[in-house]
Nanobody, 127 residues
Framework: QLQLAESGGGLVQPGGSLRLSCAAS????????VGWFRQAPGKEREGVSC????????NYADSVKGRFVISKDNSKSTVHLQMTGLKPEDTAVYYC????????????????????WGQGTQVAVSS
């Protein structure tokens, strides 16, 4: 059974950076898509970014394009989300998820495309 564990959240000032990590265990991420989602208080969960683990294709929400970069470390079965230029509106619990769908402009941004979820890590952007 695939298990996912997020790390790297914390409190950062506006304009700062954080790198989130999603470590997989129990099974391989090959042939899967890994996505990052976030949920702010009182708001619906939204897709932030995804990566096709084998093909390496990526996609980003418009709200984070140019600021966030998703990447993978095959040797460690880990997916990272490098976040720069953080804004207060980026404050949320960030979740990673894995599924057997695609990651492109039309796929990979909806929660129901994913089967496995981590517990989440809190990101707070505040001065």
């Amino acid at each position: 059974q695939l298990q996912l564990a997020e790390s790297g959240g914390g409190l950062v000032q506006p304009g700062g950076s954080l790198r989130l990590s999603c470590a997989a265990s129990g099974s391989t991420l090959d042939y899967m898509t890994v996505g990052w989602f976030r949920q702010a208080p009182g708001k619906e969960r939204e897709g932030v970014s995804c990566i096709s683990y084998r093909a390496g294709s990526t996609n980003y929400a418009d709200s984070v394009k140019g600021r966030f970069v998703i990447s993978k470390d095959n040797s460690k079965s880990t997916v990272h989300l490098q976040m720069t230029g953080l804004k207060p509106e980026d404050t949320a619990v960030y979740y990673c998820a894995a599924g057997f769908g695609h990651c492109d402009a039309k796929h990979g941004s909806e929660s129901d495309e994913y089967h496995y979820w981590g517990q989440g890590t809190q990101v707070a952007v505040s001065s």
